[in-house]
């Protein structure tokens, strides 16, 4: 949002001093969607919440939908809504594993997206920068996460997996220098195959989505 002009550098310098303030610097981002005293000084994600920027091929509603068990009646409300799912897995050791295991939220979260009827998906993942961008783990991530998106009930060849660090924008808008075997993303819907490198393009390449008429 930042990147794409949907937020002033002065707004973020000043969630930035305010994180600092908590103790939380690396939050500033987070601070953008997380508008509840709440929300700002437990780290989390409560109430849904919207903002919007443009693609070249799309006007683009971001819906945050909170990822904390306790308060997963929001993100329902804020899941139900959307075309399209982006689905951030953090790639730091333990934080992986712990979203992946049988009682993890990442897997809950896929199962609810999709069961929501939210059929298109994009994989995100995150935090690349403290995995030192390593290509080995970027593979054990994507085989894991391929293998229980596919039993959630997606097609793993309809979905982008794109690697991140969102603090440092890497992959977002431009593409990272940080990972030279990163040979990019694709995927085939309806035998027609679409690629790219970053996280912007894969939202770029979401499928038109189907609007009731009268």
Known sequence: ?????????????KF??????????????????DKLKAERERGITI?????????????????????HRDFIKNMITGTSQADCAILIIAAGTGEFEAGISKD??????ALLAFTLGVKQLIVAINKMDTAKWSEAR???????TTSFIKKVGYNPKE??????????????????TNAPWY??????????????????QAIDAINPPQRPTD
């Open 1 to 13: 949002i930042y990147k794409c002009g949907g937020i002033d550098k002065r707004t973020i310098e």
């Open 16 to 33: 930035e001093k305010e994180a600092a303030e908590l103790g939380k610097g690396s939050f500033k981002y987070a601070w953008v969607l």
């Open 47 to 67: 109430d849904i919440a919207l903002w919007k920027f443009e693609t070249n091929e799309y006007q683009v509603t971001v819906i945050d939908a909170p990822g």
């Open 104 to 109: 993890g939220q990442t897997r809950e979260h």
């Open 138 to 144: 970027y593979k054990e991530i994507i085989k894991e």
């Open 159 to 176: 979905v982008p997996f794109v690697p991140i660090s969102g603090f440092n924008g890497d992959n977002m808008l431009d593409e990272t």
């Open 183 to 200: 040979k990019g993303w694709e995927k085939e819907v309806k035998g027609v195959k679409k690629e790219g490198k970053t996280l912007f």
